[in-house]
């Protein structure tokens, strides 16, 4: 079980960059892939996005890549050849037409800087491809550990909630046996004495079983969803959109069952049972 937030990071560098990738992720119904990368890396952005793809179901995810060049690397210095060209010509004619002596120094040109420009190298992002998708799986490692903690702390909460559902449950069936005995002795024309014919035992035997099927489809359904949760619970799949649909099933059983039997003691353990459930919904909102 994996909580839908958490956050990771990782940093590599090779060659002639430094790459950071911070992931992190937030509740959403659906898989939201929010990026910022640097240009360089366009064309490998949906190879970055089919890497995130793979690990999360869903979830909003924002992704943040940085790259920085290393020390004396990814800069260049350009020269202007043709206006260097054209110094050194007017240089020349200068010194012949008007009889200058001497050569002319290479320190002359730390005075034209126009001549000079700094820049960056141009970087092609398949040249980097393995160092980002490298990177950007350690930072997903790092999100999995981090998701799979929080899971971690859910889950208990969840079994907790679980187990009282159970005991909810095993109460709503006394309680609902309760009722059709009580039923069973209010409806019977006689009074239950030690020798009873055999056909006024068929007729408590068919009158029995009526009472006690006001509400035993209701409890069959529960019994079979309350189970179901559990193995939900311990499933290594995402499982959010499908709690999410159990607990409403759940919720829809327990209004039923207050609806037909509106007893006291009956209402109360309803009440209490979707409790439960509401707070089993509201930390499902956080599971992938």
Known sequence: ???????????????????????????????????????????VEEEIRKAIRQKIARGRVEILINRSPLKGQGRKLDLDEELLRQYLHGLNRAKKKFGFKGNLDLSLLTHLPELFQLGQEEVRGEHERDLVLGTLESALKNLERSREREGRQLKLDFLLQLKHLHRIYAALMKEAKALADSRIKESLPWKAEEHSSEKHRETADSLNSTLKGDINEEMVRLKSHVEELASLIQSKDPVGK????????????????????????????????????????????NIE
């Open 1 to 43: 079980m994996r909580s839908m937030t958490g956050y990771g990071e990782a940093t590599a560098q090779r060659g002639r960059a430094k790459v950071v990738v911070q992931v992190r992720t937030l509740n959403h119904r659906h898989l939201d892939i929010q990026s910022r990368i640097p240009r360089e890396y366009l064309a």
């Open 242 to 285: 499908k709690l999410d649909f159990l607990l409403q099933e759940i919720q829809r059983e327990l209004n039923t069952v207050s609806s037909k039997v509106p007893h006291l003691a009956v209402v109360r353990l309803v009440l209490s049972g979707k409790e439960k459930v509401e707070r089993i919904r509201e930390q499902a909102q």
